[in-house]
């Protein structure tokens, strides 16, 4: 594979603070990253800073201008110009940039140029195709994502590739959209290594409050794949919280009556395979997922995501970032993110007909299937 | 064995009956050959055996003190494997030494029908005459000790231990024990506890979680391995979290060509002299950066949430440093690093003779409260502990815990006797490694 030498890294962000995934990501190839048991830093590779809108001098930034060096730039297509990549950041609690910002970049962005976004491409698939479009007609690499897709599992497990998968779930708490990108980000890249790739989804269904626990009596989720996600939790809510005390929450009964505003969505993948995505607040505090294949057989994980202030999943998307900037090789298919988008826009329609199927027939088309490189 | 007990033992619970179905599935699937990581099997009908009964002595059982995450997963279960795992046998008794205001033994005891016992005799026959229980846990942790003036508290572990060797003597039998952490305050004393498990004849499990738990990422050491150096960097304190450090490295360093042949020095230091020892170690600086690329907690400077730290952070950030350096008989070197302010978990690196590769992780510890809400790192140690009582197989020697408890108490003493080198004679421990590791990784 060949690399090329990165001069330059521009980040175009909408907010910028301490713990921000701006920050974070920022931070890393400014002054380096843990990587596999050593330092990593890029040496002679300018980064700089386009906030948008530009605003007052922030003291994080001017700290960072005088300490490494960072090239504050106000004027966007100078910021982009020269740029080998450009990581795009919106703000934390939309998960998606403004369109125009992203437009805006794409438009002005030199062929060849890297360009990731953290969170999803756009409000809309619509959209989202469009932003694919212009970026393609540009001869821009872009993609878009989270750490989650790519942080520590504990056990270390992967899904064999190709092997038939029947069901999934994972466990995530957080607010609405946060939580369900970061679920889609942690859970897609598990199952779409299951036989014949990601095939698209081809309806959802939404549920909340006590119909969640109606339905999985009803089996229409997997009740024993939550009970294997929560064994891998660290974080369970309640009397571990109150006493310390390690608890079976689903065979005790606590779920249903810890969970505070729970939501559930579940995915028919037009394989047939089986999606379940649970918000649980009040139940566990961290990511989890189970998933069954047809032969019965349970891989569970702990989506681990090291704790703040480091954040050191970061780090883990800092690495696979570089190796997309350097190899021009986005790390999984724009389907992906074109799934990601569809879906969180799907959920906008489905929480409002809560319990009945939404067909989602432009996400079970053959344009959105993706199988990744073996 | 009382009139209550055995009716106790005849009727089971429904909750009990069905929690032993589901353990004997569990139990089968979490001992077969079949596992992989992250990967749970279909349940085995289960057998109809009565259950093992095992007894807890502790000093103290409050929120988060060690006695009180053995409890919890032997009566309520734990994740293991990808399933809520269910120990196969019965916390029969306790013996609880310290009652505090905020103790919890009594209502663990009264909530989960577990007789608090008045003497750790009466624990292990179960207010008989004769041993009554199958396994024995010493858990002699937190709790309101007296400290020496060398600074270790003097947790009753061997007290304990004798008490409970005293009943397996008057019955003329031996169970399984385990000891949590260093074995004791006096190498006499820890060298009689192993003893005292030869001469009985009875398995003998001891030391601390951190070798058992998840690593980051999950690497081992082949059996054999050319190492000349190891390195643990963690945080805590003097007979307290150095242990755990010890107990990190030797767990790797064991593997290395030859086994373990024992120690020869120790020196600790702490101050500016960890820095001057440091300056004069290139290897050893080498793995100790090494060890904080795997940290996740490095503290950064002001205004930032991590550090990619050099020597001159490392002095800022760890105030007060303690470091031991210790030289085994072989020329092989361990070096602890107790960085308080730096950071705040466990890592390790070790040098590889000849290519100058290094191997290193994260020995994963989710400590409540501060990351978690579970001490998961001990469902490991107590499911290695299961195996004992179960069938008689410790997943370590306990010659480790008894060097590495010798290697702290030697470390206490040279602080004590200001910095000084001690030769360490007493300190010829030698033993093979098991072939498999024990380690968390499924």
């Not at chain 1, 930034?61 to 795009?88: C, K, Y």
């Not at chain 1, 859970?187 to 309806?203: A, W």
């Not at chain 2, 150096?229 to 030797?250: F, K, M, P, R």
């Not at chain 2, 010798?406 to 200001?418: D, I, K, M, P, R």
């Amino acid at each position: 594979m060949t690399t090329r030498a990165l001069r330059k890294i521009t980040f175009v962000v909408e907010e910028f603070g301490v713990g921000t995934p701006a920050q974070q990501l920022l931070d890393r190839f400014l002054i380096g990253y843990p990587h596999e048991g050593a330092f990593r830093k890029l040496e002679g590779c300018r980064v700089a800073l386009h906030l948008a809108p530009p605003e007052a001098a922030d003291a994080e930034i001017t700290r960072r201008v005088q300490d490494f060096g960072l090239d504050r730039e106000s004027n966007l297509e100078r910021a982009i110009a020269d740029a080998d990549a450009v990581v795009i950041i919106g703000r934390e609690h939309m998960c998606v940039p403004s369109e125009t910002l992203l437009k805006s970049v794409l438009q002005n962005a030199a062929a060849n140029t890297a360009c990731f976004v953290h969170g999803v491409l756009a409000p809309t698939l619509q959209s989202a195709k469009e932003m694919v479009a212009l970026a393609e007609s540009r001869h821009i690499l872009l993609t878009a994502g989270t750490a989650t897709a790519v942080t520590y599992r504990l056990p270390d497990v992967d899904v064999p590739m190709g092997v038939p998968l029947q069901e999934a779930l994972i466990v995530v708490q957080g607010a609405y959209p946060v939580a369900e990108v970061e679920a889609l980000h942690g859970l897609l890249p598990v199952i779409e290594r299951r036989r014949n790739g990601e095939s698209g989804v081809k309806r959802i269904r939404f549920f909340q409050g006590r119909d969640i626990w109606q339905a999985g009596e009803r089996g229409v989720w997997p009740q024993s794949l939550l009970a294997s996600a929560l064994s891998r939790s660290d974080r369970p809510q309640g009397d571990p919280v109150a006493d310390g005390r390690t608890q079976d929450l689903l065979g005790l009964g606590r779920v249903p009556q810890l969970a505070q505003h729970p939501r559930c969505w579940i995915l028919e993948h037009r394989d047939g395979l089986r999606s379940t995505l649970l918000d649980l607040d009040g139940v566990v505090a961290d990511f989890n997922f189970a998933v069954q294949t047809n032969a019965g057989q349970i891989i569970s994980a702990q989506l681990h995501r090291p704790p703040g202030p480091a954040q050191h999943q970061f780090s883990r998307l800092a690495a696979v970032l570089e190796t997309f900037f350097r190899t021009g090789k986005p790390p999984w298919p724009i389907q992906r993110n074109l799934l990601v988008t569809g879906l969180l826009e799907a959920f906008v329609q489905g929480s409002a007909r809560k319990d009945k199927s939404i067909e989602t027939p432009e996400l079970g088309s053959r344009a959105i299937a993706y199988r990744i490189p073996m | 064995m009382t009139k209550e007990g055995k009716a106790a033992d005849s009727q089971w619970n429904r909750r009990e009956f069905v929690s032993s179905l589901a353990t004997s599935a569990v139990a089968a699937a979490s001992t077969g050959a079949l596992l992989t990581a992250g990967v749970s099997c279909a349940h085995k009908a289960p057998r109809f055996t009565p259950r093992k009964k095992v007894a807890i002595v502790a000093t103290i059982v409050r929120k988060y003190s060690h006695a009180q995450h053995f409890i919890d997963r032997f009566v309520e279960g734990y994740g293991w494997h990808g399933q809520h795992h269910r120990p196969a046998m019965e916390l029969a008794s306790l013996y609880v030494d310290q009652f505090p205001e905020n103790d919890l033994a009594r209502e663990r005891s009264s909530r989960h029908g577990v007789r608090i016992y008045p003497t750790i005799e009466g624990a292990l026959t179960l207010g008989g005459s004769d041993l009554a229980v199958d396994g024995v846990l010493i858990i002699g942790e937190h709790g309101n000790y007296a400290k020496n003036e060398k600074g270790q508290t003097l947790y009753p572990r061997y007290k304990f231990f004798k008490e409970v060797t005293n009943v397996f003597e008057k019955s003329g039998r031996a169970v399984p024990v385990f000891n949590d952490k260093h074995l004791s305050t006096r190498w006499s004393e820890c060298a009689e506890m192993v003893a005292d498990s030869k001469r009985l004849g009875f398995p003998f499990m001891a030391g601390s979680s951190l070798p058992v738990t998840w690593r980051i990422p999950a690497i081992d050491l082949p059996l054999g391995t050319p190492l000349e150096e190891s390195l643990c960097i963690c945080y805590g304190g003097v007979d307290h979290y150095d242990i755990h450090g010890l107990e990190t490295a030797q767990c790797m360093s064991e593997r290395r060509a030859g086994g373990e042949v024992g120690v020869k020095s120790v020196h600790a230091v702490k101050g500016q002299e960890v820095w001057a020892m440091l300056k004069e170690r290139e290897p050893t600086r080498r793995l100790m950066f090494a060890a904080l690329a795997r940290s996740h907690t490095c503290q950064g400077p002001p205004g930032y949430t991590y550090a990619i730290p050099d020597m001159a952070w490392c002095r800022k950030a760890a105030t007060n440093p303690i470091a031991y350096f210790i030289e085994h008989l072989d020329g092989f070197k361990t070096t602890l690093l107790l960085f308080n302010g730096l950071v705040d978990d466990f890592t390790y690196a070790g040098l590889i003779k000849g290519t100058g590769e290094i191997v290193s992780c994260q020995m994963y510890l989710p400590m409540p409260p501060r990351y978690t809400t579970l001490a998961n790192f001990f469902n490991p140690q107590v499911n290695h502990i299961e195996q004992m009582v179960l069938d008689g197989t410790v997943p370590y020697p306990v010659e480790r815990t008894l060097l590495t408890s010798g290697v702290t108490l030697f470390a206490v003493e040279s602080l004590y006797q200001g910095q000084v080198k001690l030769e360490t004679p007493e300190l010829k421990v030698n033993y093979q490694p098991l072939a498999k590791s024990a380690f968390w990784r499924a």
